[in-house]
């Protein structure tokens, strides 16, 4: 997401002045849900706007039809021409999924962003010139309706039952792939993707080379889904692979690379580039980058396309779970739960001391269950819990690390994890239900280390909680509890055996029902809630949550599509196998090293990336050698996850660092310095678990409840060796560098290791009470203190 200071002072617009507002509708968070604009994002009005709303609806209402096998004639017995029947074939049905989001991302992102007020000059040769690209593209997608009408003509020979396409060069047919569809492709893709760089047109129209790679994006997957319904889906990723497949690979992963630098930044973009570059330049290397082999461009494109690259798991995530669950973000945002969790998380914790701070943590917790990204929760939250963690006296750098941190968070809450959780079910065949028990206890830690390092810093600071008449009403509140059933409804079918996609879709129309509750309420109760709170989603609130929904997915989409670019190279070099074995020589020596070596690999590459992306790649290229090494499937894969959830806030690139240093008005390196510190405990945590896997609920029930006793004690420690805060007193440097080695002793797991970390911990406070030796103020991470 682009964030800027533009963007940071709209935001904190959000937060609603209170000296007006009557005690019993008093709140805090108001326009929580509201999506922020990017600074790349269209506006449109008008016709523009109807077509745009129109594709984004019917973009999200098909996923829902289609996971659900939802058919119109189903219903009516009618076959309509050119609709599609469902269940669609698997490939088929995520071409159209990444098909669609390229649609949508290039009509409604643009290649650059526009000014703060007014816009640029418009450039109408550019304009020009891009339409003039439409031409290309119409000579391949007239080739592409000849080329299904052969295949759908019953002319050709079959071969298994399967259509054979036989494009031989020299062959008419191979003359036809070649010149009048795959350049024609090429010339309009490459053409308007460098052409749009350049173009520059006013925010609410399109420019001309954008409207191109829509175009470009519908013919690739016009072309691919008719091919790979015959034998030619047979040579993917081999040497005979039809040249048209390869050309429409290459135009689609150009499209695909084009988008996510438009809606997540370059970092991933280059990564993506760098792994392309491997690919070709691999035979060229020495030691374990080395392949035996040149890979031909027939060969890379042809397999990247398919389920082993962009239309593996990461796609078949992408399009399952994701979408469903931004919906189901979708229909609770328009219900406005986020401002309801926001206000609830004031009500409940805005009074202790440091208040904003902590309110921070529950917030980032509850919006983490229903938000996808960490930076997207940072704007969501942070642009409320900022200025006010400010108001009571936090200083910039801290206000904004500790929303990062919080935020960073939500991506391991369960029951939802961000889209983590489901690739990991995906990639593991592990089911979804047994992760996210897996995931409760390592969540907690999280979230009470955070905690506990707020908490410490507020008593060292002497700062105050907030007054009860700057907080919304617990009661009033507590009248709105009914808020949180579509959530509730989602964990009990989850939990009853009901299939994830079942699950999402019954808790996304309880939040359409539950939306009706306060309109009875107010009928049988006048008065009993605020008028803010009332509204039932009628017909038309259900296709603008449907429309907020195929706005929201196109990041995250284009993201997980990305990293499948990297998962194919991985896959066709086989550089993950090498990895592995790599750690299987470190692990020889010591299984931590394995582990540290590991961890380092996880955290550099989701450095700039988004979450899901990050542990995508990971998980291809670490995972499966920690695996070999000995660590079970659950843990070596949570290890793995946590990191690449953690990448967001370790320096020096820090996304959700810097996306709250945006709003804070701090120093980006410094905020993501001081949230790094705070969320210390989620570098420990993984090697918690891993030397005892009864933090993820593998045990009995008395090992879990020890493990997860003697482990909040350690991260307890833990945030009081960093903080130099000790049961009510600062602690002097070697007192805190005891709590430091008592934590360290906690994680082990052990009874023996406990009973010495409870020793020393015990040692540090009779020295602290007895002799009360003088603290050392100056060893503080700057920034923090």
């Known amino acids: 997401m682009h964030i800027g200071r533009g963007l940071a002072e709209r935001l904190g617009d959000r937060i609603v002045a209170e000296e007006n507002v009557e005690d019993a509708d008093r709140v805090v968070a108001a326009g929580v849900d509201e999506e922020p604009i990017e600074a790349n994002r269209r506006q449109f009005s008008g016709t523009m706007a109807t077509i745009a709303a129109v594709l984004a609806t019917l973009y999200a209402a098909f996923h829902m039809a289609a996971l659900n096998g939802v058919s119109i004639s189903d219903y009516t017995g009618l076959e309509i021409p050119f609709l599609p029947q469902f269940p669609l074939e698997t490939w088929n049905f995520r071409i159209v ?94 053409g308007s993707i460098v052409l749009s760089w350049f173009e520059r047109r006013g925010r609410g129209k399109v420019a001309a080379s954008d409207i191109v790679m829509a175009l470009c994006g519908i013919v690739v997957a016009l072309y691919l889904i008719p091919i790979y319904s015959t034998a030619a889906r047979n040579s993917v990723g081999t040497s005979f692979v039809p040249f048209g497949v390869a050309f429409a690979a290459t135009a689609g992963s150009a499209l695909i690379l084009e988008l996510t630098r438009r809606v997540a930044g370059l970092a991933l973009v280059v990564i993506a580039g760098v792994f392309l570059v491997y690919t070709f330049t691999a035979h060229l290397l020495p030691g374990i980058l080395a392949v035996q082999s040149a890979y031909s461009w027939q060969r890379f494109f042809g397999h990247v396309y398919s389920d082993a690259g962009i239309l593996g798991p990461t796609t078949a995530v992408s399009s399952t779970y994701i979408i469903l669950f931004i919906i189901f973000a979708a229909f609770l945002q328009a219900s406005r739960v986020g401002d309801y969790f926001v206000n609830f998380a004031f009500a409940a914790a805005g009074r202790a001391r440091g208040g904003p701070a902590k309110v921070a943590i529950f917030a980032s917790g509850l919006m983490g269950m229903i938000n996808g990204t960490s930076a997207g929760n940072v704007v969501a939250t942070g642009s409320l819990t900022i200025p006010l963690m400010k108001k009571v006296g936090y200083r910039s750098t801290t206000a904004g690390a500790v929303e990062a941190a919080a935020s960073t968070g939500g991506q391991i809450m369960p029951p939802i994890m961000g889209a983590g959780a489901f690739i990991m079910a995906e990639i593991t065949g592990i089911p979804y239900q047994e992760i996210a028990i897996a995931a409760i206890i390592p969540a907690v830690l999280y979230f009470v280390s955070v905690f506990f390092m707020v908490d410490f810093e507020a008593a060292k600071l002497g700062m105050r909680g907030m007054r009860e008449d700057e907080l919304p009403k617990l009661g009033l509140l507590m009248r709105q509890i009914y808020l949180f059933v579509p959530i509730i409804i989602l964990i009990v079918a989850l939990f009853m055996g009901y299939s994830v996609i079942r699950a999402g879709t019954l808790a996304t129309i309880s939040a359409a029902v539950v939306s009706w509750i306060p309109v009875l309420m107010v009928r049988f109760f006048p008065n009993s809630l605020p008028e803010a709170a009332v509204g039932g989603m009628g017909p038309r609130a259900i296709i603008k949550a449907f429309e907020i929904a ?98 967001a806030i370790t320096p020096p690139v820090a996304l959700a660092s810097y996306a709250a240093a945006g709003i804070s008005g701090a120093n980006p390196m410094s905020t993501s310095v001081a949230s790094f510190k705070i969320g210390i405990a989620a570098f420990i945590v993984p090697f918690m678990f891993f030397y005892n896997s009864a933090l993820l609920m593998d045990g009995t029930t008395l090992e879990i409840l020890r493990a997860g006793a003697t482990a909040v004690f350690g991260v307890f420690l833990l945030s009081s060796g960093v903080q130099g805060w000790f049961l009510g007193a600062r602690s002097a440097w070697f007192l805190r560098v005891a709590l430091v080695i008592a934590a360290l002793f906690m994680i082990e797991g052990g009874l023996l290791t406990d009973l010495v970390g409870i020793g020393v911990a015990a040692a540090v406070f009779f020295v602290q009470k007895t002799f009360a030796p003088s603290p050392d103020t100056q060893i503080e991470v700057k920034g923090l203190d």
């Open 550 to 647: 195929g706005l929201m997915s196109i990041q995250i989409i284009a993201v997980c599509a990305a990293a499948g670019i990297i998962v194919g190279v991985i896959s066709l070099t086989g550089i993950g196998a090498r990895f592995s074995a790599l750690l299987l020589n470190l692990a020889g020596l010591s299984q931590l090293l394995a582990l540290v070596f590991a961890m380092l690999i996880a955290i550099l590459l989701g450095m700039g990336m988004p979450t899901t992306a990050a542990y995508a790649v990971a998980a291809s290229v670490v995972a499966p050698g920690l695996v070999e090494i000995g660590i079970p499937q659950l843990t070596a894969h949570f290890f793995v996850f946590y990191f690449a959830v953690v990448s």
């Open 97 to 190: 999924h990444i098909a669609g989001a390229l649609v949508l991302g290039f009509l409604i992102f643009a290649a650059h962003r526009f000014p703060d007020e007014g816009d640029d000059p418009e450039t109408p040769l550019l304009t020009m010139a891009g339409w003039l690209l439409i031409v290309p593209i119409l000579v391949s997608g007239w080739t592409v309706v000849d080329f299904i009408m052969m295949v759908n003509s019953g002319e050709l020979p079959e071969m298994g039952g399967l259509v054979t396409w036989a494009a031989f060069p020299g062959s008419d047919l191979y003359s036809r792939e070649v010149w009048w569809f795959g350049i024609p492709l090429l010339i309009a893709t490459f």
